[in-house]
């Protein structure tokens, strides 16, 4: 079974400037999550799909950052435009259902300039 | 919101030695409540898990036991290996299917 593919692996920008990231689920996985992870803390959620719609998006600073899932399969969050303090590495993770085992993409590492 | 503490943050053990870290959580409708693993660079991998209805499960050398009405839950690492060297999360559910992670305990294990 394939995992949760994620891409760019790497990312560096300026600040004002606009990224987007990509996310592809475990195939048949109904929720997919967004998690952003900075260094020496834990994962902070963003953002909860369930199919293609959101779940949760209350940490998401929807000032700047916006995601989609069309199709409930593959999902793209984006930053725009990017400040110093987004620099982390952005996780997308995928489960079953919502009470099921999360399994984590390999993570996008953003460095902001 | 949901407060989630763990303890300790960092912990060194000689290998074989047993490592115990604790999650303590203030949701008391929680009703899910994992552990992940995470090492240096690579992406969190649950390791363990346990539902309210449960007070304790093992599964080899790793066991969590949960205390609801305590609210907290912890992991127990026995015969530690220099590979379970990594960091832990604790991430117990907040309301219906989120999940809120805990700073994290950095478990060194000393050959």
């Known amino acids: 079974e394939a995992g949760v593919a994620q891409s760019p692996r790497y990312k560096i920008i300026e600040k004002r400037q606009s990224v987007a990231f990509w996310c592809n689920p475990i195939s048949g996985h109904a929720t997919l999550y967004w998690y952003q992870q900075i260094l020496g803390q834990g994962p902070k959620l963003l953002i909860q799909?369930?199919?293609?719609?959101?779940?949760?998006d209350s940490q998401l600073p929807k000032d700047r950052f916006s995601a989609e899932r069309l199709k409930g399969v593959d999902s793209t969050l984006k930053i725009q435009p990017a400040k110093l303090e987004d620099s982390a590495v952005y996780l997308c993770a995928s489960s079953l259902d919502p009470g099921s085992e999360q399994f984590f993409g390999p993570g996008t590492r953003l460095t902001v300039l | 919101g949901e407060n989630v503490e763990q303890h300790p943050s960092t912990l060194s053990v000689q290998e074989g030695d047993s490592a115990v870290i604790k999650c303590t959580y203030s949701?008391?409708?929680?009703?899910?409540f994992p552990w992940y693993k995470q090492e240096l660079g690579k992406r969190p991998q649950l390791i363990i898990d346990i539902r309210s209805n449960v007070g304790e499960k093992k599964d080899q050398r790793i066991a969590v036991t949960l205390n609801k009405t305590a609210k907290h839950f912890s992991l127990h690492i026995t015969e530690t290996q220099p590979e379970d060297s990594a960091v832990y999360f604790c991430?117990?559910?907040?309301?219906?299917?989120?999940?809120?992670f805990g700073t994290g305990t950095r478990l060194k294990v000393l050959a």
């Open positions: 799909f369930q199919n293609n719609g959101v779940v949760d």
């Open positions: 949701d008391s409708a929680s009703n899910y």
């Open positions: 991430a117990p559910e907040a309301g219906t299917y989120k999940y809120i």
